[in-house]
């Protein structure tokens, strides 16, 4: 058997061809066009009404997980549940909203909180050509990124209630609604409301951005992560955390406010003066809108007090709002890993003259031809996909600026295609590097190159939705391997490799 062709990056011109999925042409989700709909509409004066995710159980819970009487829910329209609803009152802001008491999707509303820091990424989400005035007619739309294509995602108005309450997400400004629309369309992508309940805040994050996720274990955190969130808050990057769960259940809330199994918004860093020593702090925002941390640096600690009044007006608030501050040290203890999200890894060397570019494949493993499995499986490993990747040296500007050693960012994401998200079952999944000697530089490689070799570098083998791993290489050509655990799993992948010098890459047919 031949080796699987190693991918070419694609062409100028290729990718000028195909703009669909793009967020200035992003694929109509379900078919269903905004324009045409809400057209329609107008023309036939009649709000309207989603046949595609319609206002019935089946939208909120359709296996019976949430334990909702859904008799006592109703549909209601802004304007049934308020006099004057607006989709937004004030601006956007993170303590515009309360998590629902039923739905358990902290992770996505902690994802909402990381959004509304960043204007433009929030228009790219929530399309700013939308209100409750004009020619209103029941109809909104909203943007995401899905492996590695937008889509836009068109709603009717009618939201989940009981009493005329809303049931999930609700804004603390009683005729604000942005909260609860942008929730509903996110369970319109994910299959219903129960579809939501549980994932990783960084799966929100992505889908919001569309961009590169970082992600940091704090069990073994990096010594320079502190300076690595204030350079991803200064680059407009979406961050959120998350604790680890408890030994009991989940949501459990421990003697110094922190909730176990739950998710949270990184909102800042800062950096203060206390008694002559700089001490490094975290700001965590709770998505319930309440519950905050009560140790070091919480809202009403002394320590405070031994800090200038400037310093106090800029961080210090006594809000019970969900929102705290606490060292860096107190953050890694209590919390098990951190998640930074952004459109490209630039704000990694801020200061620096380095530049980052980026190549998105979509390819497949396929029984009994691209499916290798892992390294386990010498016999058949050397059939998975392979992608050729060239890393320059850095010019000696580039070198002496640079604020982090690495130059090679991997992410690998399978690509899901069923509906609904209670269905998606994850392969275990990872990637190896392997070197290609100089004396083959540009050259075809043999029939099973990579037979009894050992990789390099690899990422962890995980069941997920996606691996990534940020590390340096030395200059010179590399082989990137990414593999499903077990020979013939069959799956759809999009693998993203971003390089901090010009890349370079050849197809070996």
Not at 467 to 491: D, H, Q, S
């Amino acid at each position: 058997m031949p080796p699987p062709p190693v991918n070419e990056i694609p062409s100028n011109e290729d990718a000028a061809k195909d703009k669909k999925g793009t967020l200035d042409f992003p694929l109509k989700f379900l078919d269903q066009d905004y324009q045409e709909l809400k057209k329609n509409c107008i023309l036939k004066k009649e709000m309207y009404v989603d046949d595609k995710f319609p206002p019935e159980s089946s939208s909120i819970d359709p296996t019976k997980k949430l334990n909702l009487n859904m008799e006592k829910i109703k549909w209601l329209s802004p304007s049934k549940i308020v006099a004057d609803p607006q989709l937004i009152v004030k601006g956007v802001s993170r303590f515009d909203y309360a998590q629902g008491s039923s739905l358990g999707d902290c992770w996505f509303l902690a994802a909402v909180g990381a959004l509304t820091f960043q204007e433009d990424v929030m228009n790219q989400v929530m399309p700013a050509d939308q209100s409750f005035g004009g020619d209103y007619a029941g109809i909104f739309h909203f943007r995401f990124w899905r492996f590695g294509k937008w889509i836009d995602v068109v709603i009717d108005d009618k939201l989940p209630t009981i009493n005329g309450k809303l049931i999930f997400v609700r804004s603390k400004t009683s005729n604000e609604f942005w909260p609860a629309l942008l929730e509903k369309a996110y369970a319109k992508v994910c299959g219903s409301y129960a579809d939501m309940r549980s994932g990783n805040v960084a799966e929100a994050l992505l889908d919001f951005t569309g961009g590169i996720h970082l992600c940091s274990e704090l069990v073994k955190a990096p010594v320079d992560l502190w300076s690595l969130m204030d350079r991803a808050a200064k680059g407009k990057a979406l961050m959120g955390c998350h604790t680890s769960k408890g030994e009991t259940s989940e949501n459990t809330v421990l003697p110094n406010g922190i909730v176990q199994g739950h998710a949270y918004t990184v909102t800042g860093v800062s950096e203060v003066t206390c008694k002559d020593k700089q001490v490094r702090l975290v700001r965590v925002l709770n998505p319930w809108g309440k519950g905050e941390w009560t140790g070091d640096w919480s809202d009403k600690s002394p320590l405070w007090k031994d800090v200038s009044e400037m310093e106090q007006s800029k961080c210090c608030s006594l809000a019970n709002d969900g929102e705290f501050w606490m060292s860096m040290e107190d953050f890694t203890t209590n919390f098990g890993q951190t998640d930074i999200c952004c459109l490209s890894p630039d704000f990694l060397d801020s200061s620096s003259k380095c530049s980052w570019t980026s190549t998105c494949y979509n390819d497949s493993w396929v029984a009994g031809t691209t499916a290798g499995g892992c390294l386990n499986n010498k016999d058949s490993f050397w059939t998975n996909p392979q992608f050729r990747v060239r890393i320059e040296a850095l010019n000696k500007e580039c070198a002496a600026s640079a604020q982090c050693p690495q130059n090679i960012l991997v992410s690998l994401m399978q690509n899901h295609e069923k509906r609904n998200r209670r269905e998606v079952s994850n392969y275990v999944i990872g990637f190896s590097v392997f070197a290609i000697p100089p004396e083959m530089k540009d050259k075809k490689l043999p029939d099973k190159f990579l037979y009894g070799k050992q990789p390099v570098e690899k990422s962890v083998k995980v069941k997920a939705r996606y691996v990534m791993r940020f590390f340096k290489l030395e200059p010179g050509e590399y082989l990137i391997v990414p593999f499903t655990f077990n020979p013939n799993e069959c799956a759809k992948f999009i693998l993203s490799i971003f390089l901090k010098s010009e890349s370079h890459r050849t197809n070996q047919k």
